[in-house]
């Protein structure tokens, strides 16, 4: 009884100083689940309306498709966006020394007419290295050309014909990962690869992007010791964490923070450019556990979090919105689910937990 009144005791004192605390001192997170929406009204504004400090962005398809609700939650929600294909090398000289445009350039011009900002790239990724390159496999010399002919013009296309709009280049992809390819035999490729594009724009961003790159561990620490000379050398701007993760390899936030840190401590921002998080689905389509959907939600809501609260994460980018466009059930069977639209293009928990986070007093 004593035991009991003590804790009635305590409890109504802590209750009386929080009561004072919450009444001189800011305005609790009203948020208790970050997955339901915080605004049930109908419509409403877009994650784009919520920040002013942040690009918040997706990878669009082309061309963007016209008899859906596609283009209108392009436009409402993302600030920022980058072409999921078409800015390919494999794309863009598809044929050798001949370069179109076409295809991204209808994505640019979509940006500009609703005052989004877009990524371009990658520039070099030895995936997306055209067939025909490989009739010059091993020669240094054509190879260097071609890589810095490539640089040059597709960067100097952008910077001309849409001033502004392309402000930052994923210049390298997935050198520590995938590796170079057959630009491995360039001199120096990826420090060329930056001083190239520093030279072509020196009014945009450059980054390097690739996976694996979020925590601690081996591609983190090659990723780090390929990028820090080149921000001594005032070459790279910002490093891109890719962030496929699912159910089975979702990091923890604390350790993708130590790693914002690290590069924001050697004055590289930092950019999510590529986020999704993957369901178990037997379709690619559904969750086959729709309780997934709340985890989905959750750590859409705390990987965004955790990007508002570094100072250095300056663009937080999904691979897709909607899950009726997403690479993931094409390239993994058995799962999908990734994005934060659902394939009907409804809000789900990971959109709601993408609001809630832009939605707290702290976000920026
Ligand atoms: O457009 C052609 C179509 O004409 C053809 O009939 C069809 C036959 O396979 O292929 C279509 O192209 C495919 C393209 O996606 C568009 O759907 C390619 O085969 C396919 O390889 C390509 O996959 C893309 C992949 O990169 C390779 O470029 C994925 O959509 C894209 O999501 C994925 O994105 C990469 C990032 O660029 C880098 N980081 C990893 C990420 C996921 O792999």
């Known amino acids: 009884m004593r035991k009991l009144s003590i804790i009635l005791c305590g409890l109504i004192l802590f209750g009386c100083s929080e009561q ?25 504004l877009g994650l784009r309306s919520l920040t002013k400090n942040l690009y918040i962005g997706t990878a669009i398809v082309a061309p963007i498709p016209g008899s859906d609700p596609y283009a209108s939650i392009l436009a ?45 790239g990658p520039l070099i990724w030895s995936r997306a290295a055209p067939g025909w390159i490989n009739k010059y496999r091993g020669d240094a010399a054509k190879l260097t050309t071609i890589m810095t002919a490539y640089i040059t013009t597709v960067m100097q296309h952008y910077s001309t014909k849409f001033p502004g709009t392309i402000i930052a280049w994923e210049v390298v992809n997935e050198a520590a990962t995938a590796g170079l390819g057959v630009f491995a035999a360039v001199p120096d490729c990826v420090e060329l690869a930056f001083q190239t594009a520093r030279a072509a724009d020196p009014n945009v961003a450059l980054f390097y992007n690739d996976y694996g790159d979020e925590t601690s561990g081996a591609t983190t620490t090659k990723v780090y010791n390929l990028v820090a000379p080149l ?50 689905s037997a379709n690619g389509i559904t969750p086959d556990n729709p309780r997934d959907l709340i985890l989905q939600g959750t750590y859409y ?9 570094a100072p250095n994460c300056k663009q937080f980018i999904t691979w897709g919105f909607t899950d009726a466009h997403s690479w993931i059930p094409r390239f993994f069977k ?4 990734a994005l934060p639209f659902d394939a009907n293009y409804d809000k789900k928990p990971a959109y709601y937990g993408m609001q809630n986070a832009l939605s707290r007093p702290a976000a920026r």
């Open 301 to 309: 809501n705390d990987y965004l979090a955790t990007c508002l609260a």
């Open 76 to 120: 409402n929600e993302y600030n920022i966006a980058i072409a999921e294909n078409v800015g390919k090398m494999n794309v863009v000289e598809a044929k050798e020394d001949v370069f179109d445009f076409t295809a991204q350039d209808a994505l640019v011009s979509f940006a500009v007419a609703h005052n989004m900002k877009m990524q371009g």
């Open 20 to 44: 004072s605390r919450l009444s001189t001192g800011p305005r609790p997170n009203p948020i208790r689940n970050p997955t339901t929406n915080p605004n049930p009204t109908p419509g409403g």
């Open 334 to 337: 058995g799962a999908g689910a």
């Open 231 to 280: 921000k001594q050398k005032g070459l790279l701007d910002a490093v891109g964490f890719q962030s496929h993760f699912g159910v089975h390899n979702a990091p923890r936030m604390s350790a993708i923070k130590t790693t914002m840190d690290s590069l924001g401590s050697i004055g590289l921002d930092v950019y999510v450019t590529e986020f999704d998080f993957s369901l178990p």
